[in-house]
């Protein structure tokens, strides 16, 4: 698998990052461990999980998966910290929970470093320069390498990532993980151009948007999938909808084409998008692992990509492209 740069950083990672997010509650340590070893033999690198993970499973999954095949020096682990499901505050950004979760990390992780450690989401209710000075000291105490964030909006990523360039003995933001796919465009209005502009990597997530993109749900539900599973009927409901019926018609239309797979063609499409340095794939099995590491191979040809491109445009207009931006 090819490597690329994570952002304007001197950090390279696999131009496709192994998603966790569910290991340790569908996904069982055997599945697990057998997606660990196909990713690493294919030539991955980059490992994606939180700490709020299956309640912090999967982060000891990952941890006891580095002990058993002694690959630290080979992967790029990256978590995230923020996040607080089921309580009154949603988002805890704040110096204390930061400075804690990332101590729980390392030890669910059984390693005295992360390699990228997102911020989870925005927290309107502690100050920014708070989160990022608890952030530069996980870095200078050398518990972090690099700090990324996710879910972040383009003014709210800009702010953050120009406090950082400004002060010179903070790290500069490395990545933005951010949902993006051909059924989710919508950080092309602003995310992308700012961090483009300010040299940060994006990682997206649910490359495959939740699952629509590969075809399984054109005829229906099936029962072993996430639509029908409790915990995200409702996350993949958002992309079953007309407007992306006839995406996923376009795609299965250029797979044929192209005699692949069509998760294969979303991939690939997402992976090569400016900015883009390693989409996030979660599989279920190890078989749809191995699917969408084909897609590695797989170059779009221009006339296929604009298609897709036109049939999956998000809305745009003014202020972000409107005719006051235009080239003079």
């Known amino acids: 698998m090819r490597q690329r740069a994570l952002g304007a950083t001197g950090l390279w990672v696999s131009r496709l990052a192994l998603g966790t997010m569910t290991w340790g509650r569908d996904t069982d340590e055997h599945e697990a461990r057998d997606q660990w070893k196909t990713f690493l033999d294919g030539g991955g690198t980059f490992i994606d999980t939180a700490d709020v993970y299956a309640d912090g499973s999967s982060e000891e999954i990952i941890g006891m998966l580095l002990a058993e095949t002694n690959t630290r020096d080979r992967t790029v682990i990256a978590t995230k910290a923020v996040s607080r499901p089921?309580?009154?505050?949603?988002?805890?950004?704040?110096r204390g929970h930061l400075l804690s979760s990332l101590d729980g990390s390392l030890r669910r992780l059984?390693?005295?470093?992360?390699?990228?450690?997102?911020?989870h989401a925005w927290d309107p209710h502690t100050p920014l320069d708070e989160t990022l000075a608890a952030a530069d000291d996980a870095v200078h105490s050398g518990k972090v390498r690099y700090v990324g964030v996710s879910n972040y909006s383009g003014w709210q990523l800009a702010q953050a990532a120009t406090w950082q360039s400004a002060v010179p003995?903070?790290?500069?933001?490395?990545a933005a993980q951010m949902e993006y796919s051909l059924v989710q465009r919508g950080i092309e209005r602003e995310v992308v151009p700012a961090a483009e502009a300010l040299g940060v990597g994006i990682t997206p997530w649910s490359p495959l948007g939740r699952g629509v993109l590969t075809g399984k749900y054109r005829y229906g539900t099936p029962s072993d999938s996430r639509a029908a599973s409790p915990h995200f009927s409702s996350f993949v409901a958002e992309?079953?909808?007309e407007r992306s019926r006839r995406i996923v018609d376009a795609v299965h239309t250029a797979a044929e084409g192209l005699d692949v797979a069509p998760l294969?063609?979303?991939?690939?499409?997402?992976?090569?998008?400016?900015?883009?340095?390693?989409?996030?794939?979660?599989?279920?099995?190890?078989?749809?692992?191995?699917?969408?590491?084909?897609?590695?191979?797989?170059?779009?040809?221009?006339?296929?990509?604009?298609?897709?491109?036109?049939?999956?445009a998000p809305e745009l207009g003014y202020p972000e492209h409107g005719w006051n931006q235009l080239a003079r």
Request: aromatic letters at 8%; hydrophobic letters at 40%.
């Open 86 to 94: 089921r309580t009154k505050r949603r988002f805890d950004a704040s």
């Open 110 to 119: 059984g390693t005295d470093y992360i390699d990228v450690w997102y911020l």
């Open 169 to 174: 003995s903070r790290s500069l933001l490395a």
């Open 239 to 241: 992309y079953l909808d």
């Open 264 to 312: 294969e063609v979303a991939l690939a499409w997402v992976r090569d998008r400016p900015g883009v340095t390693a989409p996030v794939v979660g599989a279920r099995t190890v078989q749809q692992l191995r699917g969408a590491m084909e897609s590695e191979d797989l170059e779009l040809p221009a006339e296929i990509r604009t298609a897709l491109d036109d049939i999956s």
